[in-house]
């Protein structure tokens, strides 16, 4: 059974830091592009980062740029989503999700989705 499972989210204050797991059970992740997106209260879900399979070529759109990074790590089957600097409007659900190429970042090119972790940035 495919399964993709978030975890790490929390409370933590701006400026500070929070690293997303994504862990993948029932097929192998390092053969797929895997998708970060966030969905705050009343707006639509957005692509935040993602990283190709193979070549592991990353994407991050511009408001994370600098403060987000994604890897991944094969022999765990898990992709990480290291997340610095954070600040309010970073706050969302985070979900990670799977896809044949890493581009469009959009939710409907994407496919196998976890659960989602909650992520609030505040003081």
């Known amino acids: 059974q495919v399964q993709l499972v978030e975890s790490g989210g929390g409370l933590v204050q701006p400026g500070g830091s929070l690293r997303l797991s994504c862990a993948a059970s029932?097929?192998?992740?390092?053969?797929?592009?895997i998708g970060w997106f966030r969905q705050a209260p009343g707006k639509e879900r957005e692509g935040v980062s993602c990283i190709s399979g193979i070549s592991d070529n990353t994407y991050y759109i511009d408001s994370v740029k600098g403060r987000f990074t994604v890897s991944r790590d094969n022999a765990k089957n898990t992709v990480y989503l290291q997340m610095n600097s954070l600040k309010p409007e970073d706050t969302a659900i985070y979900y990670c999700?799977?896809?044949?190429?890493?581009?469009?970042?959009?939710?409907?090119?994407?496919?196998?989705w976890g659960q989602g972790t909650q992520v609030t940035v505040s003081s």
């Open positions: 999700a799977t896809a044949e190429a890493p581009l469009p970042l959009e939710p409907t090119s994407y496919y196998y």
């Open positions: 029932g097929f192998t992740l390092a053969n797929y592009a």
